[in-house]
């Protein structure tokens, strides 16, 4: 069994809240514990966002308790005029988040019947112990770039395969490839897409994300290949044509590494198509069907590269 990160913050950082809150004597100390767990989130971004929805909630829950227990009393319909009148004012204010841990201070004033000074002390330290706590274990994140980095290999594997079965087939008209590596990386993609997300939201102060900006134009380069495989597929007959396009794509799956650039492989791609250009005309419809799907097909290809060729160059990206 597996044990996460939030797991293991909560698990650590609930009986310490109690700890400390229970060390300083104050009343209902567990509810430091209650915050704590609320409290600790997946992100930097969303923990720091989730503290200031629950302080902001809970300081306007204790003067809502105290202007209406006063003029109404400590009564049960009280708590529901409370409550008709606090979850509507949040909403603007936009602290509604919130509203499930200020309910528990609202009870705690409502037990007291006698809201007194030090009773909103002793609410306030078990708001602000319950919330520090969360703030200072999600303070440490675990670094993501591991699995991004494995990710990252994976799409281009399947890249690798996707490219050399289009080839197979302009060459040889191969149909027994299952097509599982178009599912995976559908699936690898998005997947990619909610970590790099997940990450941006732990560094808040960094500008640029190089991961986001690869997996945007491996996203991008993906929908070009979904389009390709169609366009082979529908060449019924193989013309000298569709083995040097076979050939070129093999070229290009064996580029999928390091330290290989789009422009050698547009140049030949376009020598590639000025040879078509000058060659026979077709003499048949389906010639003519046939040579238009390559053409379709050399121009995927072409804004596959271009898409790699301007991506960013912060991070060595790949053909």
């Not at 979850?87 to 988040?97: A, E, K, V």
């Not at 969360?134 to 991004?148: G, Q, R």
């Not at 490219?163 to 191969?174: A, D, F």
Request: aromatic fraction near 10%; glycine fraction near 4%.
């Amino acid at each position: 069994m597996k044990i996460g990160y939030r797991t293991l913050k909560t698990a650590i950082g609930t009986p310490l809240a109690i700890w400390i809150a229970e060390l300083m004597q104050l009343d209902n100390y567990v509810s430091a514990g209650i915050i704590t767990l609320l409290c600790i989130q997946p992100t930097r971004k969303s923990s720091f966002l989730t503290s200031w929805h629950r302080f902001g909630a809970c300081v306007l829950s204790m003067l809502f308790a105290f202007i209406i227990f006063e003029l109404i009393g400590y009564h049960p319909l009280a708590i529901g005029i409370l409550l008709l009148l606090f979850i509507p004012t949040t909403i603007p204010l936009q602290l509604s988040p919130g509203i499930v841990t200020s309910s528990v201070i609202l009870l705690h004033l409502y037990s007291s019947k006698n809201i007194t000074l030090s009773l909103i002390l002793n609410e306030f330290f078990i708001i602000t112990i319950g919330i520090g706590v969360a703030l200072v274990l999600n303070l440490y994140m675990p670094s993501l770039d591991t699995n991004l980095k494995r990710m990252q290999e994976k799409v281009e594997d399947n890249f690798r395969i996707i490219l050399q079965e289009i080839g197979s087939y302009l060459r040889n008209g191969n149909q027994a490839w299952n097509g599982k590596e178009i599912t995976e990386t559908e699936t690898l993609l998005k997947d990619a897409e909610r970590l790099v997300l997940r990450d941006i939201e732990n560094h808040l102060l960094r500008g640029k994300h190089s991961f986001r900006d690869y997996f945007a134009m491996r996203s991008r380069q993906f929908e070009l290949l979904r389009r390709m495989i169609p366009l082979a597929s529908q060449m019924t007959v193989l013309y000298e044509q569709s083995y040097r396009i076979a050939d070129f794509l093999e070229e290009l799956a064996e580029a999928v590494h390091p330290g290989n650039t789009a422009m050698t492989h547009l140049q030949t791609l376009r020598k590639l198509r000025r040879e078509f250009e000058q060659s026979e005309l077709p003499k048949t419809r389906i010639e003519f069907e046939s040579r238009a799907n390559l053409f379709r097909l050399l121009h995927e290809i072409e804004q596959y590269l271009v898409l790699k060729k301007n991506s960013t160059p912060r991070q060595k990206l790949r053909a």
